[in-house]
């Protein structure tokens, strides 16, 4: 074979080998997406522990981030409801203590896209929600959720945690950090114990 057919050999041999096809590379692609998407855990029930009526005992750290160990505590209730079949739901405490009377709100919300709760709270002096929510998600029953807040004329790090959950009792704390999360001060406390007229028929 002379060196020109052998040429034209190789150029009609790469020609005739198939190219992928935009379409399937597009399928491919979709496929790992939504491959990704089944393995990421749905989160829109984690709340629905708290739905119902709770007795609870509140701790607050009177100045936090101050050095002090002064603590105020209080009792009372909270409700709490679903909205949106659980992708949301608000939370009512209210409770008296020698310091004074609470009277929080807490909406929380789920986002379906980035599997995360933004936890939304207000108390009855200021009659706003505070911005920004604290963002997060529930794993292997305990659910952490972060956010950046100015307090004092410092931005300090914010950490809510949800643990210890059973079907009759959990507990919540608030923490802030103003060193970039290498230590954290608890300033909150709330342990909750589902109402007796309840316990029967909690899940």
């Known amino acids: 074979m002379t060196l020109k057919r052998i040429r034209a050999f190789l150029v009609c041999s790469l020609a005739a080998v198939p190219k992928p096809s935009p379409g399937l590379v597009h399928q491919n692609s979709d496929t790992s997406r939504t491959r990704a998407q089944v393995a990421e855990r749905d989160g ?26 002064t603590w105020a505590e209080y ?62 998600k529930f794993k292997d029953g305990r659910g952490e959720f972060y956010d950046m807040e100015l307090i004092n004329g410092r931005n300090v790090l914010v950490r809510n945690v949800w643990s210890d959950i059973t079907p009759n ?28 007229d309840e316990s029967d028929t909690a899940h």
Not at 49 to 69: A, D, E, Y
Not at 97 to 108: F, Q, V, Y
Not at 169 to 193: M, Y
């Open 169 to 196: 009792s959990c507990r919540f704390e608030q923490a802030f950090s103003d060193d970039a999360g290498k230590t954290w001060e608890v300033n909150w406390i709330a342990t909750n114990t589902r109402m007796k």
């Open 44 to 69: 829109q029930h984690d709340f629905d522990f708290q739905i119902g009526s709770w007795r609870t005992h509140v701790k607050r750290l009177v100045h936090p981030l101050t050095g002090s160990t």
């Open 75 to 136: 009792d009372g209730t909270t409700v709490v409801r679903k909205v949106w079949d659980g992708r949301a739901n608000l939370s009512e405490l209210e409770a008296d203590g020698p310091a004074g009377h609470l009277e929080n709100l807490s909406l929380r919300l789920y986002n379906p896209e980035s599997h995360q709760w933004s936890l939304n709270y207000a108390n009855i002096r200021g009659g706003s929600i505070d911005l920004p929510p604290t963002v997060g």
